[in-house]
């Protein structure tokens, strides 16, 4: 059975910095891309970086670029997403989730059940 | 970057209804398009990939159509259990973008 855990979410001040992690389990994980979708509280499906099945290409949302960083350990079985410069605006459930495809041109058929991140003072 | 554009933004039917969400981007993008439902506090489920294959598991109630720019989510007779938030991807190429989604309750 495909199993994404997400954890590392919690509570942070605006300006600091955050790493979740998502480990996988059930499926061969160097496979796959694996992505990071977020969500705000009420609001919809935000796309926030990618990143292929040998870490070879690497993609992200605009508002995330140079402050958020993705990587994974195919070794682990886990994906990371390194978050700094925190705002208010960055307060969401993060997802992880795997993909198909390739190139960038992914969809998504198994996702975590989110790790919350709140950015508040 | 391409944008997508769903509507309606709500809707409510009543069961047994037929059920069209529509999906437009702002370019081309083939047939590059999934759907997605989201229910009431769980995680997003994959039922289309390729603007029209069903994802296993799905019942086939769910059908999707569209390429180039123009897409439909179909529910052929909607139930109580399709209660939730649908989204549109585009995968055509990064970025990835989501549309703006839309909830669809019981009258």
């Known amino acids: 059975e495909v199993q994404l855990v997400e954890s590392g979410g919690g509570l942070v001040k605006p300006g600091g910095s955050l790493r979740l992690s998502c480990a996988a389990s059930g499926f061969t994980f160097s496979d796959h891309s694996m992505t990071w979708v977020r969500q705000a509280p009420g609001k919809g499906l935000e796309w926030v970086s990618s990143?292929?099945?040998?870490?070879?290409?690497?993609y992200y949302a605009d508002s995330m670029k140079g402050r958020f960083t993705i990587s994974r350990d195919n070794a682990r079985n886990s994906l990371y997403l390194q978050m700094n410069s925190l705002s208010a605006e960055d307060t969401a459930v993060y997802y992880c989730?795997?993909?198909?495809?390739?190139?960038?041109?992914?969809?998504?058929?198994?996702w975590g059940l989110g790790a919350l991140v709140t950015v508040s003072s | 970057d391409i944008q997508m554009t769903q509507s309606p933004s709500s809707l409510s039917a009543s069961v047994g209804d037929r059920v069209t969400i529509t999906c437009r981007a702002s370019?081309?993008?083939?047939?590059?398009l999934a759907w997605y439902q989201q229910r009431p506090g769980k995680v997003p489920k994959l039922l289309i990939y390729a603007a029209s294959t069903l994802q296993s598991g799905v019942p086939s109630r769910f059908s999707g159509s569209g390429s180039g720019t123009d897409f439909t989510l179909t529910i052929s007779s909607l139930q109580p259990d399709d209660v939730g938030s649908y989204y549109c991807?585009?995968?055509?190429?990064?970025?990835?973008?989501f549309g703006g989604g839309t909830k669809v309750e019981i009258k």
């Open positions: 991807q585009k995968y055509d190429s990064a970025p990835i973008t």
């Open positions: 990143i292929s099945s040998g870490a070879y290409h690497i």
């Open positions: 370019q081309g993008i083939s047939n590059n």
């Open positions: 989730a795997r993909g198909w495809g390739n190139s960038g041109s992914y969809y998504f058929d198994y």
